[in-house]
């Protein structure tokens, strides 16, 4: 027992001297430092005195080497009030909705945000848990219970200022437009007509801001695609994060129509055309500053045109193979591939699979000034300027093979073909390979072995792929689990005995779960990895490839040569504690049992 230590003196207000005897008192100040920011700290408005301690950078007295940042400052403030801590999450909050329960001043001058609203209660974040002067208004307005959570000040500043401005750019820009003549969408004729007589421009300021908010958004969230997706009375706007499409916002129709315009302005796309689906690109930049491609595609559905923005992060460019996700063996065997002069190298997998990654990532290491690198795509993916880069154009025929055979005549070393989709793409791609070029591509197959098979299929001679084809990549992509929060747990036999199918694989001593926190936004995962099934064809392969090839028989004998199938790639990634069973089952076929 130690009953000379004195309890923790109470805080009952923000202001300096309170605040630093209570961190004094808590452990995470010494006396000495406290003593020394006390002048500083009494000129200082409550509101101010968090952020200022964390600008210093101070240690954490109860965690040598950890500073006192503005989270954990607020999340220990939020423990000495009482009241629970809340992590903004921006992509859970009902923009619309939250930002009608009071107005903007009201809500700046309180520096307060609201963050939830239901049927019983209203909550309301606060930097400062002991102001509580405007409670009481708010309960009257809302007629609801008022609840308040602590959150970090510079969240609530800056989300009050985002929300508001997006709330104020979208009520304004539906005003303009409820002026225009037509009235509201109400069904498909209307729709079509108005679309052609709309009078709110796609180059009205409160649209731009809201085109621009959305990007700025999308970057911040880390999305891979931005979905706009038109309904009868309003568009619904979702991101997809590491693979799971997430709801962030719905905007009025009538706003939606000028989004989709000026969307298809910087993509320099037809915004008379909405008949036909279209593509186009921009090029961003993010909060960051960096550079970012995004590839826009519009889709004409019932109540509008549907847009999806993929969104491209050069910096996959520069990402080396133990970052995408391969195993040093596999790594190993892949450079052994790209490294021939000439060939063919396949790498298949689903759309959405990470295959144009992989392959940007390759070309990018191979695209030295001593290589000419050519690729015909559709569409061009993103712009590299170590490339030589063509874009399929349907529209003045040319194709594929159209492009490849001009390729050809650009003295290239190394041509990459953005998918083998016919027999005369596949015949032109097998004859650039015969007279002395490394060709890489991609094809839409469940594993490696039958991109053989569907070549076959397509229609190309057996003895051309046994002369030409290098090695085929069949790849997919797992979330990770958030390295913040995944917790050990004892691997469950029944679902690893399912994963490995019948390889005699013994279960690692230990696994990770996935368990959620406010870094992964409670979904306890965080990023994603590629699993991949790496087969090169050598000596004992190829005399397989016969005109009419048995796959298990093709199977077998990779399975023999050293190939691991895709599930026991993602059995490794458990092993190492990157990712769960659930995952790898989720996107990898099964494996075909071992000889």
């Not at 993010?286 to 045109?305: D, I, M, W, Y």
């Not at 691991?564 to 790639?569: E, Q």
Request: proline fraction near 8%.
């Amino acid at each position: 027992m130690n009953d000379s230590v004195a309890a923790p003196a109470p805080l009952h207000r923000l202001d300096g001297d309170s605040l630093l005897d209570a961190l004094t008192a808590d452990g995470l100040l010494g006396t000495e430092q406290a003593r020394e920011l006390r002048g500083e700290c009494r000129a200082l408005p409550g509101r101010e005195l968090l952020p200022a301690l964390a600008a210093r950078a101070l240690e954490d007295a109860r965690h040598p080497g950890r500073t006192l940042t503005l989270e954990a400052l607020t999340v220990w403030l939020a423990e000495r009030s009482g009241l629970p801590y809340l992590r903004i999450d921006p992509l859970s909050l009902d923009v619309p909705r939250i930002t009608a329960v009071m107005p903007y001043p009201y809500a700046a001058r309180a520096r307060i945000l609201p963050v939830k609203l239901s049927a019983t209660e209203l909550v309301v974040a606060v930097a400062d848990p002991f102001d509580r002067d405007w409670e009481a208004d708010i309960g009257r307005l809302v007629r609801q219970q008022v609840r308040r959570v602590v959150a970090n000040s510079k969240d609530i500043e800056r989300y009050l200022v985002e929300f508001y401005a997006l709330a104020r750019s979208v009520r304004s820009a539906e005003s303009e437009r409820s002026r225009a003549p037509g009235g509201r969408l109400q069904n498909l004729e209307q729709l079509t007509e108005l679309g052609r007589r709309d009078k709110l421009s796609a180059d009205d300021q409160h649209v731009v801001a809201v085109v621009d908010w959305l990007l700025q958004y999308a970057f911040e969230q880390r999305a891979s695609d931005i979905h706009l997706e038109p309904r009868r009375d309003s568009a619904q706007v979702r991101f997809r994060i590491d693979g799971v499409l997430h709801e962030v916002y719905q905007m009025p129709a009538s706003v939606y129509v000028a989004v989709a315009s000026r969307i298809k302005i910087l993509a320099r796309m037809d915004v008379a055309e909405k008949r036909r689906p279209l593509d186009g690109r921009i090029k961003a930049r993010s909060p960051g500053g960096k550079e970012v491609e995004l590839r826009v595609s519009s889709l004409p559905t019932a109540f509008g045109e549907k847009m999806v923005l993929r969104i491209f992060d050069p910096e996959v460019l520069i990402k080396d193979f133990a970052a995408l996700g391969f195993s040093p063996q596999d790594a190993a065997r892949w450079r052994e591939m790209i490294a021939q002069p000439n060939g063919i190298i396949l790498v298949t997998g689903p759309t959405g699979s990470g295959k144009t990654t992989t392959l940007y990532s390759t070309l990018r290491q191979l695209a030295t000034p001593q290589v000419n690198v050519c690729t015909i795509e559709d569409p061009i993916e993103l712009i590299e300027p170590a490339f030589n880069q063509l874009q399929v154009q349907a529209a003045i025929d040319l194709d594929f093979a159209t492009g490849i055979r001009a390729l050809m005549r650009q003295d290239p070393d190394i041509i990459m073909v953005g998918e083998i989709r016919d027999l005369e793409t596949a015949e032109v791609a097998v004859q650039a390979a015969l007279t002395g070029h490394l060709v890489l591509s991609t094809l839409h197959t469940n594993d490696a072995p039958s991109a053989i098979t569907r070549l076959l299929d397509l229609g190309v001679p057996s003895y051309l792929l046994r002369a030409t084809v290098l090695g085929i990549v069949a790849q997919r992509l797992v979330r990770t689990l958030c390295p913040h929060c995944k917790a050990p747990q004892a691997p469950d036999p029944q679902a690893w005995a399912e994963l490995c199918a019948g390889w005699k694989l013994p279960p690692p001593p230990q696994a990770q779960r996935a368990v959620g926190c406010l870094e992964c936004r409670e979904t306890g995962f965080l990023g994603r990895s590629g699993i991949y099934e790496v087969l090169p064809l050598g000596a004992a392969l190829k005399p397989l490839i016969q005109d009419h090839a048995d796959p298990a028989a093709l199977r077998a004998a990779a399975i023999r040569d050293g190939m691991l199938p895709l599930r026991i790639a993602g059995a490794r990634k458990i092993a190492a504690g990157l990712t769960t069973p659930a995952e790898v089952l989720k996107v990898a076929p099964p494996p075909l049992r071992p000889a």
